[in-house]
């Protein structure tokens, strides 16, 4: 267990609907970054915040897709509209910004399905 | 896209042998992470690198960077069947900031070791 939670762990949905992610980071962590990993890949960024901005977001984040993180400690991960295509793990890092490359440590995943 | 490639990307040895994955990657970087992932879960993290060295240790795991090869080992020594995961190598890109945000991760290496 890193300290880094993520809920659901699974979610299975029908295309056209709607899901959201949350993710609860280390709590003095004030970097968050989400990752996406499709079977038999490794994961691949979509977007990271610093405290409540959000700094940087991914070509792989479409108009679909939306991240929060109010206040600066927990984050959501929205799906609108869900396509077959966004069937992969959704995983969720925080790390402690001090310097120049800090490490970052992973919650279990979201994995969804859609049907 | 991904940067790191590892290699090979399937390793399956006894019980007690050593385990070598290498990874390459293209761009200059701040450092190099090794992470593992056991089926369908989270990544756990084992150790990072920094472009300015050459060689780390931590227990039964030795990492080498050899930042002119763009290219780095992972050794697992004395294996157990509990090593048995996916072995991920992911980069922090460097920028002309200094300092890139995100890990960019190779396919993986998925290492059986059979008891």
């Known amino acids: 267990d890193t300290g880094v939670s993520q809920d659901p762990r699974h979610k299975i949905t029908k295309r056209g609907q709607n899901v959201t992610f949350r993710c609860d980071p280390i709590?003095?962590?004030?970097?968050l970054y989400w990752y996406r990993q499709t079977l038999g890949q490794g994961p691949e960024f979509l977007t990271y915040f610093q405290n409540e901005a959000q700094l940087e977001k991914s070509r792989l984040l479409s108009d679909r897709f939306s991240a929060e993180r109010p206040k600066g400690s927990f984050s959501t991960l929205e799906i609108q509209r869900t396509e077959q295509g966004d069937s992969a793990m959704y995983l969720c890092a925080s790390s402690l910004k001090r310097g120049k490359g800090d490490t970052q440590y992973f919650g279990p995943g979201t994995r969804l399905t859609v049907l | 896209s991904q940067q790191g490639e590892e290699d090979p990307q399937a390793l399956s040895i006894q019980e007690g042998e050593n385990a070598t994955m290498n990874c390459s990657y293209k761009t200059s970087i701040n450092n190099l992470q090794w992470y593992r992932q056991n089926s369908g879960r989270g990544l756990v993290h084992l150790i990072l690198i920094r472009s300015n060295e050459r060689e780390k240790h931590s227990g039964r795991l030795r990492v080498t960077l050899d930042t002119s090869k763009k290219s780095s080992s992972l050794l697992i020594t004395a294996s157990r069947a509990a090593d048995t995961a996916s072995y991920f190598c992911a980069t922090d890109p460097s920028t002309s900031q200094g300092g890139s945000e995100k890990l960019v991760f190779g396919k993986g290496t998925k290492l059986t070791v059979n008891p």
């Open positions: 709590s003095e962590h004030n970097r």
